[in-house]
């Protein structure tokens, strides 16, 4: 059962019960989750292949009177909302620096029905390494997504090289050896998390959706809502014909005029570069590009 499935469920006692009038204000609990969950996608940063860091602490701004109607009942939304948070970290392979909290916060710049979500990452002051938890994605109704940067001294999703290497054998004398021809030159294999493979190399692609894996076996991959995609992605964010992801050195991705855009490692685009470990949200769903020579 889907994250969001749960968390509606869940509501519904509340709904019957305690919550009955505040859930008819103009701004609905399903929507502030569906936006907490893009925000940990448009702000995930990629530590290493294994380890992706969402925040961890949510603002959500509301209008005076859905703030009036929501705040009475700020703890126990609060839960619930932390709660779901979690269950879609867990489902994304996300991480957290520390605890998970959400706040509600009046702004007097919104009308009835209008939000904004901010979030940041806090450390917890028990841990300074990440600790592996659930998240959620989720696009916010303001302000775009912060700018993303790869963590200090290493590029997205590749570990640093080592400070001391061992030393290099010494030049052959010139003219190779003696009494023979000179040796050919042997090409540079590339470096670096922009790097293709070697010519003649055999390159596996693949993307990852909610755990399942699909082949890339075609110059070109169709992903979208509709039946007819190569790739069908049930999700009412997503347009029948969303995206394409083309296969190459490198490989790519590219819009196809969909109605909600695509995000390619936290930066709304309509076109970009995909790299091993690359995150491409669409609508509510977050894909992984994923390619590996052998």
């Not at 008819?24 to 448009?42: F, H, M, Y």
């Not at 009942?73 to 839960?79: C, F, I, N, T, V």
């Not at 855009?261 to 669409?282: C, M, P, Y």
Request: net charge positive; hydrophobic share 30%; charged share 20%.
């Amino acid at each position: 059962m889907g994250v969001m499935k749960k968390f509606e469920q869940r509501l519904e006692g509340l709904v019957n019960g305690t919550f009955a009038k505040v859930f008819k204000s103009e701004v609905q609990p399903v929507e502030i989750a569906g936006a907490l969950q893009r925000e940990c996608d448009n702000n995930a940063t990629i530590w290493n292949r294994d380890r992706t860091v969402v925040p961890n602490d949510f603002i959500v701004e509301l209008s005076a009177p859905d703030f009036e109607r929501l705040s009475p009942y700020s703890g126990q939304l609060g839960d619930e909302l932390s709660g779901m948070v979690r269950e879609y970290a867990k489902q994304q392979r996300y991480s957290f620096m520390g605890p998970i909290k959400v706040h509600l916060e009046k702004a007097d710049d919104l009308d009835t029905g209008l939000y904004r979500v901010r979030s940041r990452t806090l450390a917890s002051s028990t841990s300074q390494s990440p600790e592996r938890a659930p998240a959620a994605p989720a696009a916010p109704t303001g302000p775009g997504p912060a700018d993303r940067r790869p963590p200090a001294g290493g590029g997205y999703g590749y570990p640093q090289q080592p400070s001391s290497a061992p030393p290099m054998p010494a030049a052959p004398p010139p003219g190779g050896r003696p009494g023979g021809p000179a040796p050919a030159p042997v090409p540079n294999r590339p470096q670096g998390p922009g790097a293709g493979p070697l010519p003649g190399a055999q390159v596996r692609r693949w993307i990852e959706i909610n755990g399942n894996r699909h082949q890339i076996s075609r110059p070109t991959l169709v992903l979208g809502r509709s039946t007819d995609a190569d790739v069908r992605i049930d999700d009412p964010g997503v347009s029948r014909r969303h995206c394409e992801i083309r296969t190459g050195t490198p490989s790519t991705i590219a819009d196809l005029g969909s109605t909600n855009g695509i995000v390619v490692d936290g930066q709304h685009t309509t076109r970009a570069t995909l790299r091993d470990g690359s995150r491409i949200v669409v609508g509510q769903t977050t894909i992984v590009y994923r390619q590996a020579e052998g």
